[in-house]
């Protein structure tokens, strides 16, 4: 797969910008506050319908040019044949999405004619930061390439807002005996996502963990870990190791179920779902310790790189074909031998889109075969 071009309208600093990409490298080169992110957060939003860095549509809005809408289209070469894909804005009607000239219905039809993979300083989080950075990291990469899952997130996510209504009305004097129905109905979604996750982690850790003993030249041995929020699978954390592992999904029915009995005046008083997959969690171990307690810095980057990486091979292996990568000024972050693993892996596979301030990080040989651009105040001029 890979972007053959991209055309911005009155997005963020962009009046109106029209680029060509080579199949491999692609550098986007200037100093910093220049526009070279918005480029990259323009494909993103093409490949998954929303932005990376705002929830709120009409941010992305060049306000400096006195416009109402933006646009953002990308030509695409895949596997589907080539695709034009537009994502449109205008504060007054609202967001929609074409592909070829034909309106999608809903953002979720988009996801999978261009499946990216974005890297940015922010990423080494799924490392060190909070829990919802690591399920953010899994539900992302499945949703792109799993109709399924996709549709088990959207209805999970309505039926834990209902829920937790639910309980806010309860603490407040409402019926409880309807909670009973939604235990039911969140107990059988969660079951379903949580399976799917697992089922997902198993292969991404096999790559992961060949990863990441390349890159420490065997020294060290990447491990993941599921960690349920309720006693799940005779415990609350499933090392994920290569090969099958099945769950077992009526009996962990029956676990959680038995848990939310158990915790309801817990949750009532509260006023909100505890457990269940937006509350699970993803431990990253190497040499069997937790990298985010008792890793170094450049531990965890290499572990969050791993992870990247192995993204990239396991859409490829879902799909048939390599993803988008996407580099936000992420070279900086890492060291030299970082660095050139990185490269040297993506060389000649995978379309790659990177910024930077700075083409020191490159060698001549990787230059002279990328195509090189220079952004300065929302304009782009090609090397």
Not at 40 to 53: C, D, N, P
Not at 96 to 116: C, P
Not at 186 to 195: K, P, Q
Request: glycine share 8%.
């Amino acid at each position: 797969m890979i972007i053959k071009g991209l055309e911005v309208h009155n997005f963020r600093n962009y009046d109106h910008q029209k680029l060509s990409f080579a199949p491999g490298l692609n550098l986007i080169c200037g100093e910093n506050a220049q526009g070279k992110t918005n480029l990259l957060e323009a494909i993103y939003l093409v490949g998954t319908g929303k932005s990376f860095r705002t929830p709120q549509d009409r941010d992305l809005i060049n306000v400096g040019s006195g416009a109402s809408a933006y646009q953002v289209q990308v030509q695409v070469e895949s596997k589907w044949g080539d695709l034009i894909l537009k994502v449109e804005y205008d504060k007054k009607s609202g967001k929609t999405i074409t592909l070829n000239h034909t309106l999608l219905a809903k953002r979720s039809e988009l996801l999978g004619y261009l499946t990216v993979v974005i890297f940015t300083p922010e990423d080494l989080n799924i490392v060190k930061g909070g829990p919802s950075h690591r399920r953010r990291f899994i539900d992302l990469e499945l949703a792109q390439i799993n109709p399924g899952f996709r549709s088990n997130l959207i209805d999970y996510s309505k039926v834990l807002g209902q829920r937790n209504n639910l309980l806010k009305q309860v603490q407040n004097g409402a019926n409880p005996t309807l909670k009973e129905v939604f235990d039911v109905q969140l107990t059988e979604l969660a079951i379903r996502l949580t399976a799917k996750r697992i089922e997902a982690l198993h292969r991404i850790t096999a790559y992961a963990r060949a990863i990441h003993q390349a890159i420490t030249k065997d020294r060290e041995e990447l491990a993941l870990e599921y960690v349920s929020s309720y006693p799940a699978w005779g415990g609350q954390r499933t090392r994920i190791l290569d090969g099958s592992w099945q769950v077992d999904q009526n009996e962990q029915r029956e676990v959680l179920l038995k848990y939310f009995k158990a915790k309801e005046k817990e949750e009532i008083q509260r006023g909100a779902t505890g457990y269940g997959p937006h509350r699970d969690d993803l431990n990253l171990l190497v040499n069997g310790r937790d990298v985010r307690t008792f890793g170094s810095q450049g531990q965890q980057r290499t572990a969050a790189l791993a992870l990247k990486l192995a993204e990239l091979e396991f859409m490829k292996e879902q799909t048939g074909e390599y993803p988008v990568l996407l580099l936000d000024d992420v070279l900086s972050e890492l060291d030299k031998t970082r660095r050139k693993y990185l490269m040297d892996v993506v060389k000649d596979q995978v379309q790659v889109i990177v910024t930077s301030t700075e083409l020191d990080f490159f060698d001549l040989d990787q230059l002279k075969a990328a195509k090189v651009f220079k952004v300065a105040n929302g304009k782009v001029n090609q090397l």
